[in-house]
């Protein structure tokens, strides 16, 4: 329930004047008071009417002027009222004032997001070279804004694009770490709670930069142990299984499938390349048997021992390799910069498929993507004794970084029989 009424009170500086003042109220919320410039004779105000008595042409005027400026403020709560919009008296009273500097300050989380996506997508990055958009970064936020909508729909029976900065509580936050661990419950993992938490967590920062109304980020304080990284569990394997993929009989693969297993031992060869990494690699960056080239998604620069294998591989695919590229990736209709990343989606996909099929055939029971051969390189450096320093030059993560998120136990078997051994 929400009305509009004009109330009129003596003018301080000239009482025989009106200062008329809108009211704004909405259930659940405090007035909101607006002064109105537009004044007339006290004696001519009809209260109960809230208008001034039309005995003359210029109180007939003001009348029409003050009709107008209500009927304005109605048409735009009945719209918001008709959308479902969570709005408030404040937002209402500020509706058309100058640039809406105040209606922005009551953006939606909604719309931050998006504005934050869009922002992200804009920017650009040189690797290489090669100018990169940030569209796949972008996607992120867009991610965690269906995430948010699922939820709300789910739990509350509303949908997120209403939600205001002062709707993200304790209760909300809460109730969606909650979802999301029973959501990931359902497919095995812990639903991404320190992922989404941190994005979530981002967005209000940026929503208080902003100066938006209503941020409220201690309400984060209470969750912090659930915005702590959990430890690691690396997805290196074995050298042995690693060369138990490489020596697979490649009779049972379809001939495409000879490339996304060769993409993957290079990766091995080549220092835990990346897969976009791959893609993008062009005969340039090869000098003798070394290899320098710029992360895509860091600004880290990699310089890579090229092992014979590696080399092999190169000249099996120099013959059909579009342009300088290293690989057959990219055919002359990608050339746009969202063709390229289609096709780096789909080599990634198809890569993942032919070990999934491979693992299948061998009775390897561990789960192998692309991105393992970077813990599996970076494991077999180490345990032959090289110094981190020099595994950190040829993959481009830090010391820190490497014994964080990749460094792991490969071969349990063996440890095991070493410990008993020594105990």
């Known amino acids: 329930m929400f009305s509009i009424i004009t109330k009129c009170q003596r003018n301080s500086n ?22 109105l410039y537009i004044t007339g004779a006290y004696s001519d105000w009809q209260k109960d009417k809230q208008c001034f008595t039309p005995n003359s042409a210029d109180n007939i005027s003001k009348n029409s002027l003050l009709q107008k400026e209500k009927l304005k403020y109605l048409r735009i709560a009945e719209k918001w009222e008709y959308a ?24 939606s989380v909604s719309e931050i997001i998006k504005q934050i996506e869009k922002e992200t997508a804009e ?24 995430c948010l909508e699922r939820f709300t729909l789910s739990k509350y029976r509303k949908t997120f694009l209403n939600y205001l900065f002062r709707d993200i509580t304790e209760k909300f936050i809460e109730d969606f770490i909650i979802y999301s661990k029973r959501e990931g419950a359902k497919n095995g993992n812990r639903g991404g709670v320190f992922y989404k938490l941190h994005m979530l967590y ?39 299984i690693i060369m138990k993929i490489e020596q697979v009989d490649r009779s049972i693969l379809k001939k495409c499938e000879h490339l996304y297993l060769d993409l993957f031992l290079f990766s ?59 690989f057959p990736i990219f055919k002359l209709k990608n050339t746009s910069q969202h063709k ?28 192998i993507a692309w991105s393992t051969a970077r813990s599996s390189f970076i494991c077999k450096m180490l345990d032959e004794g090289y110094h981190v320093y020099q595994v950190a030059e040829m993959t481009g993560n830090s010391p820190m970084a490497i014994y964080k998120h990749y460094y792991g136990i490969t071969d349990k078997e063996k440890i095991s029989l070493m410990m008993n051994n020594m105990f």
């Open 340 to 367: 390229m990343y289609t096709r780096v989606n789909y080599t990634t996909r198809m890569v993942a498929e032919t070990l999934r099929k491979i693992c299948a055939e061998l009775g390897i029971n561990h789960h």
């Open 268 to 326: 091995y060869y080549a220092g835990g390349m990346s897969g976009i990494d791959i893609c993008y690699l062009e005969r340039h960056m090869i000098n003798g048997d070394s290899l320098k080239y710029e992360r895509i998604k860091t600004d880290k620069i990699c310089r890579v021992i090229l092992t014979e294998k590696a080399l092999a591989l190169i000249e099996k695919y120099k013959p059909l390799a579009y342009m300088n590229y290293l």
């Open 123 to 146: 920017q650009t990055r040189i690797r290489n070279g090669r100018e990169f958009d940030n569209r796949r970064n972008a996607r992120t936020f867009q991610y965690l804004h269906n």
């Open 14 to 35: 000239d009482i025989e004047f009106v200062k008329l003042t809108m009211v704004f109220y909405k259930t659940g919320h405090n007035r909101v008071y607006k002064v």
């Open 84 to 107: 479902g919009k969570n709005w408030t008296p404040i937002e209402l009273a500020h509706y058309f004032d100058k640039k809406n500097e105040v209606l922005d300050k009551y953006t």
């Open 202 to 240: 981002k967005i209000v920062e940026y929503a208080q930069k902003k100066k938006l109304y209503n941020v409220n980020l201690g309400a984060f304080d209470k969750f912090k142990i659930y915005m702590k990284e959990s430890p690691v569990v690396t997805k290196a394997v074995s050298h042995e």
